[in-house]
């Protein structure tokens, strides 16, 4: 793996790469220490801003990173701190741009999508009216369940817990425990 990381990322240090991932435009993906891609994942750092990725970052197998929706039009990219753990089967979609903060950890089969479609006109179709995008910002030492959805515009808190299945959105305060469909306020942490 540490020699398929060099040869995919172009550069040496501790950076394990399963064979079966493929990573494109490594040029845009920041390195700020160690970094494991498990099997199978696929990371497209095509954006303005690319990927960042802190010390300690793993990726869990079969997970997808798409920072742009499309060439016409670029995403944002994503910003990973230190110490962060990505479950297996999850889905980051960064095109409004997605930032996590340091020691969160990520339940399997999580998916984030930092872009939502314009709904307005009624004689539009949908696909056809364009999108927006306000980004997602996820704390520190936050806990995110498995089967989780994050939509855009999440704002969530330093050390929330959200429960597996959960449907984010909104601005979430810290220390925050939601679950639900939507998401709700359950408690908080002591």
Known sequence: MIITGTIKMHRFGRVFIHY????????????????????NCYIDALS???????NNVSIGKNTTIECSGSLKSLGKGLTVGNNVGLGTHGFFGCAGGIEIGDNTIFGNYVSLHSENHNFT???????????????????????????????????LG??????????????????????????????TRI
């Open 158 to 187: 330093d050390g929330c817990i959200v429960a597996a299945g959960a449907v984010v959105r909104g601005i979430i305060p810290p220390y925050s425990i939601i679950g639900g469909v939507p998401a709700k306020i359950v408690k």
């Open 20 to 39: 079966s991932s493929k990573i494109k435009c490594s040029s845009k993906i920041a390195l700020h220490g160690n970094l494991s891609i498990d099997r």
């Open 48 to 54: 303005v801003k690319g990927i960042c990725f802190g």
């Open 121 to 155: 006109q009624r004689d539009i179709p949908i696909r056809l009216q364009g999108v927006n995008r306000k980004g997602i910002k996820i704390g520190k030492g936050c806990w995110i369940g498995a089967k989780a959805t994050i939509l855009d515009g999440t704002d």
